[in-house]
């Protein structure tokens, strides 16, 4: 099986169903709800397509990319949107559960996402565009970083850098209150039900490169914590208390908290918009 084969085919055959649901125009970042991949993935999949195809048209409509199949109505033949039983990929199997593909094709697509992770580090840039996309689909559109954030694992300042490079992808657009001066992005409508978000993280979280992501946050927040610590520790050698004391407290409760920060797993479980 040639590379991606399985991947691509997921890929259009579930954009075609939705274009054929939302008007014939889908965006990339509609794709993650149905699959554990990432946007730039979704993009030069269908940028592949669209080249090769006529029936396929790729464009740029206010600040957003835009994917077209021309579909033709009333074809008995054609699958209607996603509201099918059968996988998306081999359309022969009945999906599992809350996934567009069948058990087969799902065990198919994970191995070709391993070895695609191999020489691609994906997975670090799908495990924040996945948990974006998810608190974005419950909240109101447009949505500022600082509403991302309060519901995120990143800090204000990652948040923001992650939206950056997400809008230069054109996956969200960037939309500035010309009165307030307040950055606002504009997410593409699509619903993401918490059962795939945490199917698809879970999945995308066993690739090494996705490890990155994660060692970035853990590093912040032991950083983080650590600072307070010492500030607090300031604090109390205003009120008297010997500073060599204090040092010696530093130095024995620091490792401690970093190791239990740095064990401690991600709630994604138990994650809410705020």
């Known amino acids: 099986m040639a590379k991606r084969e399985l991947i691509s085919n997921a890929v259009e055959n579930i954009a075609f169903r939705l274009c054929q649901e939302r008007g014939g125009a889908i965006?990339?970042?509609?794709?993650?709800?149905?699959l554990p991949v990432s946007i730039e993935m979704v993009i030069d999949i269908l940028n592949d397509a669209?080249?090769?195809?006529?029936?396929?048209?790729?464009?740029?409509?206010?600040?957003?990319?835009?994917y077209s199949f021309d579909i033709t109505p009333g074809s008995a033949?054609?699958?209607?949107?996603?509201?099918?039983?059968?996988?998306v990929n081999c359309d022969l199997e009945e999906r599992q559960?809350?996934?567009p593909l069948c058990t087969q094709c799902a065990k198919e697509l994970e191995k070709e996402l391993r070895r695609e992770a191999e020489t691609n580090a994906w997975p670090a840039k799908?495990?924040?565009?996945?948990e974006i996309c998810y608190l974005a689909a419950r909240m109101s559109s447009p949505v500022s970083a600082e509403q991302l954030a309060s519901g995120s694992r990143l800090t204000l300042r990652r948040m923001r850098r992650k939206l950056e490079e997400m809008q230069q992808t054109l996956a969200v657009r960037e939309e500035r209150n010309p009165e307030s001066g307040v950055l606002s992005y504009v997410f593409p409508a699509a619903p993401y039900p918490r059962?795939?978000?945490l199917a698809n993280l879970r999945l995308i979280r066993t690739f090494p490169s996705s490890l990155a992501e994660d060692i970035e946050v853990r590093t912040?927040?032991?950083l983080t914590a650590?600072?307070?610590l010492f500030i607090a520790l300031l604090g109390l050698a205003f009120w008297g208390i010997p500073f060599p004391l204090l040092l010696i407290v530093f130095l024995i409760t620091a490792p401690v908290l970093a190791l239990v920060i740095w064990k401690r797993k991600l709630k994604y479980d138990t994650m809410e918009v705020q």
């Open 27 to 34: 965006t990339p970042a509609e794709i993650l709800p149905y």
């Open 50 to 66: 669209a080249a090769e195809s006529k029936g396929i048209e790729a464009e740029t409509l206010e600040g957003l990319r835009r």
């Open 77 to 87: 033949s054609q699958p209607q949107g996603m509201r099918g039983t059968r996988c």
């Open 97 to 99: 559960e809350g996934n």
């Open 126 to 130: 799908a495990v924040y565009e996945h």
């Open 195 to 197: 059962d795939r978000f």
């Open 220 to 222: 912040v927040h032991i």
């Open 226 to 228: 650590l600072g307070i």
